[in-house]
């Protein structure tokens, strides 16, 4: 890292996330942008899941809190409630303990940057004196919904088939959440308490940071805004180069935990450009065996080129008459999805919707087939279908099963058929609108957000130093 103009009075921010991939990756990316603006940036999550991270950026430090379960993290917890019970017990005294470590070591924290998982830790932050920033992970509309759990004006099982919520398209049942239409169960109880208990203590927080786009869903945001109004959209957090290349080198989110596959990109070299189906769905929720294989037979039948990203852990449900290499298709247990994203070779993805993903292939410009599984991948299908309309949805039979033959026939659509090029059309609009939203040239809405944010921190007379950094 190249150091330019560093002020001693540059402010110190502690960015806590959540021990899961999906939120840990773009809580880094935007320490990236934090660190760049002359912000020093401390990293921290759980003690076991820290030491699965391969390489967190030398420009920023890595420290740990612990869940109560430092050998083994949520595997040796068993399951969610006992997981999330103990995490609650013991993170807040952990969390105290590594404020004041650092304080004692010459680095006072000024700024907790917190994920909205876990609200307990603006309650640390109050204690200490410090700026509390929550940052949110989910989509605007999926925000809204919980919100609106938790002001008891969303009822949860959910009397009505619909609802309508401020600025927001009218929700049928199977557009909301999965913990809407199905939480019979200890663990959908629980997960489902976690998600509304984001906003139990949200108007307390000095900021409120979104990893969304205001141009998005600008009628949401701005009714956001009214409700609280330190309330920012900071997003797409994704690395540089497939947005501003503001950061040189920044061609991943530098804290996967999973070691990357080269095999899929020499694949994706030798494909003719928009000829390739890139499938995914997802580092989390696990596919049955029927499942998987009416995917797999739904690619192979669509007679296209197909990359498919299957882990480890669910290859062993892969039908036994479905080769992983074939002159059609390449399985691979894990790729680089920016990298395959970005590829002159994919024409669209079919994708769980995970708002990860979402925010990608939106800043891509890739049109979709949407198979959502669980959570908020729902309500993301929704908006990439009807709202953003850059994707098809694969219908779902009686068990809630994507049959083969559907999935092929929706592939062939997004390939063949006029609607394929409408959806490829809408998504590089899309994407326009994403490069616009963080460039500083243009006054970019995201950017602008994270200026502000940052200037907060210094006196009105003093010039935000910037840093040069590489990845």
């Given amino acids: 890292m190249e150091k330019k103009n560093i002020d001693p009075r540059k402010p110190h921010c502690l960015v806590l996330s959540y021990p899961a991939q999906g939120h840990i990756n773009p809580m880094i990316q935007f320490s990236k942008l934090l ?62 303990e590594l404020i004041e470590k650092l304080a004692k070591l010459g680095n006072p924290i000024d700024c907790i940057i917190y994920n909205s998982f876990l609200p307990w830790a603006l309650d640390i932050a109050k204690k200490f004196g410090i700026v509390g920033a929550v940052y949110l992970t989910q ?44 939480c019979d169960d200890d663990e959908d109880q629980v997960l489902l308490d976690l998600l509304v208990g984001q906003f139990s203590n949200i108007d307390k927080a000095d900021w409120i940071l979104c990893n969304a786009i205001y141009e998005l869903d600008k009628e949401v945001a701005d009714w956001t805004t009214k409700i609280w109004p330190k309330f920012r959209t900071i997003g797409p957090n994704i690395p540089s180069v497939f947005l501003d290349k503001r950061i040189k080198d920044d061609e991943d989110y530098g804290a996967a935990a999973f070691k990357s596959e080269e095999e899929c990109m020499e694949w994706l070299h030798n494909k003719p450009n928009g000829s390739v ?63 395959v994203l970005a590829h002159q070779s994919v024409a669209c993805f079919v994708t769980h919707c995970g708002w990860n993903s979402t925010l990608e292939t939106l800043s ?15 309500t993301n299908a929704k908006y990439m279908v009807d709202v953003w309309k850059v994707g098809i949805r694969v219908p779902i039979d009686e068990k809630k099963i994507v049959k083969s033959e559907a999935l092929r026939d929706c592939i062939k659509e997004m ?11 809408n998504a590089m609009q899309w994407k326009s609108l994403v490069l616009r939203a963080v460039s500083d040239g243009g006054g970019g809405s995201s950017h602008r957000n994270i200026i502000e944010f940052v200037n907060s921190f210094f006196p009105s007379e003093v010039t935000c130093p910037k840093l040069e950094i590489t990845s």
């Fill in 35 to 96: 660190v760049h603006e002359g912000v020093k940036v401390t990293l921290a999550t759980t003690c076991f899941y820290s030491k699965s991270l391969q390489k967190v950026p030398p420009y920023i430090s890595l420290e740990s809190i612990s869940d109560g379960f430092d050998n083994g993290g949520f595997v040796e917890a068993g399951n969610f409630k006992a997981y999330l019970g103990r995490f609650w017990e013991v993170g807040p005294q952990s969390l105290s």
């Fill in 139 to 182: 989509n605007l509309g999926v925000n809204s919904i919980y919100y609106h759990v938790q002001l008891g004006k969303i009822k949860v099982p959910l009397i009505e088939d619909e609802i309508s919520l401020p600025s927001m398209p009218k929700l049928q049942l199977e557009d909301l959440p999965s913990f809407f239409q199905k």
């Fill in 277 to 339: 189906v890139y499938a995914s769905f997802g580092s989390l929720v696990p596919l049955d065996e029927e499942q998987m294989r009416e995917i797999a037979y739904g690619l192979r039948n669509s007679n296209h080129y197909f990359l498919w990203v299957v882990r480890t852990s669910e290859e062993i449900k892969l039908p036994k008459d479905f080769a992983k290499k074939s002159e059609k298709g390449l399985v691979v247990t894990w790729c680089s999805q920016l990298k």
């Fill in 364 to 378: 891509l410009g890739v049109p979709t087939i949407v198979v959502p599984q669980w959570s908020d991948q729902i």
């Fill in 415 to 425: 390939m063949e058929c006029e609607k394929g090029k409408e959806m490829k059309n």
